[in-house]
Nanobody, 128 residues
Framework: QVHLLESGGGSVKAGGSLSLSCSYSGMIYAAYVMQWFRQAPGKEREGVAA???????SYVDAVKGRFTISEDNAQNTVYLEMNMLKPEDSAMYYCAANAPSLMPAWQALGKEEEFRFWGQGTQVTVDS
């Protein structure tokens, strides 16, 4: 019911920045959680940043201070601003939604099993 489409991925040099966008449609729920996940080859998928419908945000320790998740409800878009990128940030980045959900962002972070709707992903490559 909820459809998501990521964009903004690409290749950057270490220390550079990228901004990812997740355009969503069919979000008819008042309570929800949006989350950016990432998965690199040979590694488990991890939650990167989450934002809930109350505007609360949560980040995995590895990106705190460097990444910012935000949402523009008028544009039906969730963003992930990534700064000071490191080679270990290289991964396929996925946007996902858990809806309806009363789970706060801090509790939802990393819980991919709770997320029903997923985009196809956008690749981020950071060169050293």
């Amino acid at each position: 019911q909820v459809h998501l489409l990521e964009s903004g991925g690409g290749s950057v040099k270490a220390g550079g920045s990228l901004s990812l966008s997740c355009s969503y449609s069919g979000m008819i729920y008042a309570a929800y959680v949006m989350q950016w996940f990432r998965q690199a080859p040979g590694k488990e998928r991890e939650g990167v940043a989450a934002i809930d419908s109350d505007g609360r945000v949560s980040y995995v320790d590895a990106v705190k201070g460097r990444f910012t998740i935000s949402e523009d409800n008028a544009q039906n878009t969730v963003y992930l601003e990534m700064n000071m990128l490191k080679p270990e940030d290289s991964a396929m980045y996925y946007c996902a939604a858990n809806a309806p959900s009363l789970m706060p962002a801090w509790q939802a972070l990393g819980k991919e099993e709770e997320f029903r709707f997923w985009g196809q992903g956008t690749q981020v490559t950071v060169d050293s």
